[in-house]
């Protein structure tokens, strides 16, 4: 277990801290006690007024081109979660979550989230 902040070194000049992040067994390679060295499979952003810009467009992309298969936008304010997914170039918007709907992953098969019981 790691604790934020925790370095994500995507390449030599792209460095990010995401919120949450999730790498599947299969990957544990990329994990070391100083940082992640690579794409995590999931990566999680909670927006904020400062910082939603960023996630939507910078961090997306960077995402995207480094191998993230899988990425959630959490936005406390409209009470929704984005998952975009790997496909094409990069990530795509595969559905958008709010209060009343259970949240389904394409990564983790067999995740649902009661989104009534996240914002509470």
Not at 13 to 37: C, G, K, M, R, S
């Amino acid at each position: 277990m790691r604790v934020s902040p925790y370095d994500v070194v995507l390449s030599e000049n792209d460095v990010v801290q995401p919120d949450v992040l999730f790498v599947a067994e299969a990957h544990f390679n990329v994990i070391t006690a100083a940082n992640i060295q690579g794409a995590p499979d999931l990566v999680v952003e909670v927006l904020s007024p400062g910082t939603a810009q960023y996630d939507r467009g910078y961090k997306c992309t960077l995402y995207g081109h480094h191998g993230v298969w899988e990425y959630w936008l959490v936005d406390p304010d409209a009470e929704t979660i984005e998952v975009l997914a790997r496909g094409g170039r990069g990530l795509v918007r595969r559905a958008i979550y709010g209060r009343g709907e259970t949240m389904t992953s394409p990564l983790l098969q067999g995740l649902a989230l009661d989104l009534d019981k996240i914002f509470v």
